[in-house]
């Protein structure tokens, strides 16, 4: 008979590949290579990989389909995806190469990977795969069966031709046979292979097949009893039973066997015309099982030992016809090897019988009694089952009144889910046109900045030529006399407000003289007298007094009028003090919050870049010479030093104008350039502007604080320098001022910002924010209850433009701008890094925001 040859254990083909599936789970895919490696018998690995390009992709915390976005995005997307899998592809390369081999890596891009690898198979006339069969958590070592769905999948529907073995863990589990004629293959256990650990004693694993008619699992025990049961209760019928499946006598023998490298299963095929060959599906069966039952039950009988012979090798059909043995004889000698034994079993069973019933009379009337009082218990407990079971029926009948109401209730919620359905759907084509709206809006609100910042533009130069009015008419009154801008006092009326310079009147002293609180003419005033032998002689005091009348602004000391015969020049009274007195707290009075602080900080500012405009440089910028009203408005004083910068001198540099006098004022605030070259520029108002910045932030001295701060940021120890009197600083805040002090402070002069197209920039808009932080809204009750996505992660503040980033929070968004422009791109929330720097703006928490904060 001639019979297909499969490759057996140990023969090598060298032109055969062996195909190795892998996935995306790296660990678990590792041990399936790492074995086809180990078992590779020397043939060629090749790695295949099925990529499942994605159906959705995540943009901004939601997942589109890919027919809902622009086919760029989805090409970007999927080429991305197909990165990262060639990476992973190469470190299954690398894991070949460790081992020594070099391997070939295929992959197919399909929906479903496991109609990829049947589709690559059929394609590629793949002869040999290895793929995982279940995921690692289900492994054991009993385990026989398929958990993978995939691998079911592949199991079925593979080429015929192909011989797949499934792995989990590093351990074979199954392997499906291929048949090189591309007949249909039948799928079986594995078979013991020679790198399987078996314990000892332990029997092969079985063989099993699928029965193509009745799809039954034939099985038949080796103990004698179970044989003599079945051939007893068959006797006559000339079939043998075996767990419930009927076999006819010919079923029982094997007509032939073909070794199977990979299933170890035994088959034998009928010859035509045989008598035997009565069943036409295949049949199998251990044949080790099957020879030891039939040794065991005719080993009784010595006369029949040529049985054994026959049913281990038939004999083909001719011999049989010279023995004679055809259905009915053969069902004869069945039967009556089935009686000769049971006979024999019987009257074995029977001596047994007798002898126990010997023991069991000497104590069966001592059981009497017991057996009747047990009967009689028995009987009570039957009666207490039926009562029992009655109620059982009618609780089941109860059960199955509600389960048909359940399937009334599932019918409902099908229905329910079908229409939800429906609108989930229409909820996708909703969201698909409010995106495209908000697209179109972001649009829109960059034409609107673009505008804004050309209107800027347009306000910058409207103001920079008031101010060149302003100082052409500075240029005309400064002929005219002065004593037409401020008002002359007598000498005696000053005195009668000091109460003659009243000691307790006094409010300051230094070295130009003293300061009295007084009144005069029904006016609460400050009066400063200068000192004969004060650093102010009579030029510095007419230089303050022509200066101070003929210039106007918030954040200037307002002056009252003089006394040019005892140098004393009268301001308005300010009861805030000096922002150094508040800086240390002189006379118990609170610290200042930090919204003060940056507030303060952004007037000086305005001030100065007002004195700049007016070619004046003040020259004495420090803490003491910066007044606080009532309402901690700054007021900048003391002008007695301040230079009127000449066009026509120009500093060392040729790239501002100056004025070269000898440096005066307080030596820590004092420009270090100014002291080296005695040319005073407005730069030289920028360094003391930083020092004076960095004694806000902090509250330390301003000795030595650019190093201690530069010395803090340098160990990124910044919070521990801030002034904790001032309260919680907004991180993000306090840095970009501890950073915009320090860019003042630079003792290169051309290296310093400007302060109104720099500093200002910075400052105004946390002007705004501290405004509002300290408006009624946060003074009054209801600050305790502001919604906490109201507030700004940044600021720490009621947002006003609040933006949505690329991480899915919401932010102020001249805060985030701020946090970008810094060199930042990363989350402030979460510390990752931000896809992009794109912001939208979320106008419905916007609204929320403007409702919540009109309510009364």
């Known amino acids: 008979m001639n019979q297909t040859r499969y490759p057996v254990m140990g023969e090598i083909v060298e032109e055969d590949k062996v195909f190795v599936a892998v996935g995306k789970n ?9 074995w086809a490696l180990h078992n590779s018998g020397g043939r060629k690995i090749c790695i295949l990989h099925v990529h499942q390009p994605a159906e959705k992709i995540p943009i901004m915390g939601t997942k589109f389909k890919i027919n809902q976005l622009e086919a760029h995005q989805v090409a970007a997307y999927h080429e991305m995806e197909r990165q990262d899998m060639q990476r992973l592809l190469d470190k299954y390369k690398q894991t070949c190469l460790q081992a020594g081999l070099s391997a070939e890596v295929h992959y197919i891009e399909m929906d479903s990977v496991e109609k990829g690898i049947v589709e690559f198979i059929l394609q590629h006339s793949v002869k040999r795969l290895v793929m995982g069969g279940a995921a690692d958590k289900h492994y054991s070592r009993k385990m026989v069966e398929l958990k993978s769905k995939k691998a079911i999948y592949v199991r079925l529907l593979a080429a015929p031709s192909c011989q797949i073995q499934f792995t989990c863990k590093g351990n074979l589990i199954l392997t499906r046979p291929g048949r090189l004629d591309g007949a249909g293959s039948s799928i079986s256990s594995p078979s013991v292979s020679p790198n399987t650990n078996s314990n000892s004693g332990e029997r092969p694993l079985r063989s099993r097949s699928v029965i193509e008619g009745h799809n039954a699992l034939l099985q038949l025990n080796s103990p004698t009893q179970d044989y003599r049961r079945v051939m007893s209760e068959n006797r006559g019928t000339g079939l043998l039973r075996t767990s419930g499946v009927e076999l006819s006598p010919a ?6 066997r073909a070794d199977d490298e990979w299933s170890g299963v035994s088959q034998r095929s009928p010859s035509t015309g045989s008598r035997l060959s009565t069943c036409s599906s295949e049949i199998v069966d251990d044949s080790g099982l099957i020879q030891d039952a039939i040794s065991e039950a005719i080993s009784d009988y010595g006369s029949v030992t040529r049985f054994k012979d026959d049913v281990q090798n038939p004999s083909p059909p001719s011999v049989l016809q010279e023995r004679g043995m055809n259905d009915e004889l053969y069902d004869q000698l069945i039967q009556a090897m089935a009686e000769a034994d049971s006979s024999k079993q019987d009257a074995f069973e029977e001596s047994l019988r007798r002898r126990k019933a010997e023991k069991d009379a000497i104590e069966a009337k001592r059981r009497v009694k017991a057996s009747e009082n047990l009967y009689t218990e028995e009987l009570r407990r039957r009666l207490e089952i039926e009562e029992s079971l009655k109620k059982t029926n009618e609780e089941h009948g109860n059960i199955k009144k509600e389960l048909d109401g359940v399937s009334e209730e599932l019918r409902t919620a099908l229905e329910q889910i079908s229409v939800l359905e429906s609108q989930i759907a229409d909820s996708d084509h909703t969201v698909h046109d409010l995106e495209q709206k908000m697209f179109s809006a972001v649009e829109l609100l960059q034409n609107y900045k673009k505008e804004r910042d050309e209107l800027q533009v347009e306000c910058d130069n409207a103001l920079r030529l008031l101010e060149e009015m302003r100082e052409k008419q500075a240029e005309e009154a400064s002929c005219s006399s002065t004593s037409q801008f401020y008002t002359e006092f007598s000498f005696p009326e000053v005195k009668e407000a000091t109460r003659d310079f009243d000691s307790s009147l006094k409010i300051g002293e230094g070295g130009y003289g003293s300061i009295y609180r007084g009144f005069i003419r029904h006016t609460e ?4 007298m200068l000192h004969s032998h004060s650093l102010q002689g009579p030029t510095e005091f007419q230089q303050e007094v022509n200066v101070l009348s003929k210039l106007r602004h918030p954040n200037l000391v307002t002056l009252i009028g003089a006394c040019t015969d005892a140098w004393v020049i009268i301001y308005e009274y300010l009861s805030g003090g000096s922002l150094e007195d508040r800086l240390n707290c002189k006379d118990n009075t609170p610290p200042l919050s930090w919204q003060t602080r940056i507030r303060i900080a952004a ?9 700049h405009s007016c070619s004046i440089v003040h ?21 007695g ?22 440096p005066k004022g307080t030596f820590v605030y004092m420009d270090p350039e100014f002291l080296s070259t005695g040319e005073l520029t407005s730069k030289s108002d920028t360094y003391s502007f930083g020092i004076i910045l960095l004694r806000l932030l902090t509250g330390r001295p301003a000795l030595g604080l650019t190093k201690e701060v530069q010395r803090a940021l340098n160990e990124e120890n910044l919070k521990n320098i801030l ?3 001032a309260g919680d600083w907004p991180f993000v805040q306090a840095q970009q001022l501890v950073l915009l002090a320090m860019h003042c402070c630079d003792p290169v002069r051309k290296n310093r910002p400007d302060l109104a197209s720099e500093v200002s920039r910075v400052l105004e808009p946390m002007r705004f924010s501290c405004g509002l932080s300290s408006s009624s809204v946060f003074g009054s009750e209801r600050h305790c209850h502001i919604p906490h996505y109201f507030i700004c992660p940044i600021f720490q503040e009621i947002m006003q433009d609040p933006v949505v980033a690329a991480d899915g929070f919401t932010y102020e968004a001249e805060a985030l701008k701020g946090w970008l422009d810094s060199g930042r791109n990363t989350s402030p929330m979460t510390n990752l890094e931000l896809a992009n720097s794109n912001l939208v703006p979320n106008h419905a928490l916007r609204s929320a925001i403007q409702e919540w904060l009109q309510k009364p």
């Open 26 to 34: 790296m660990k678990e895919s590792q041990s399936t290579l790492l």
């Open 251 to 256: 079923a029982r023998l094997f007509t032939g």
């Open 525 to 528: 005033v400050a009066i400063k």
């Open 603 to 611: 007037e000086l500012c305005s001030v100065l870049i007002f004195l």
């Open 619 to 639: 020259g004495d910028l420090k803490p003491a010479n910066l007044l606080l009203d009532k309402n901690l408005v700054a007021k900048l004083s003391d002008f």
């Open 641 to 662: 030093i301040c230079r009127v910068l000449s066009q026509n001198e120009l500093s060392s540099n040729n790239t501002s104008f100056c004025c070269r006098t000898d």
């Open 723 to 725: 002034d904790p009197t």
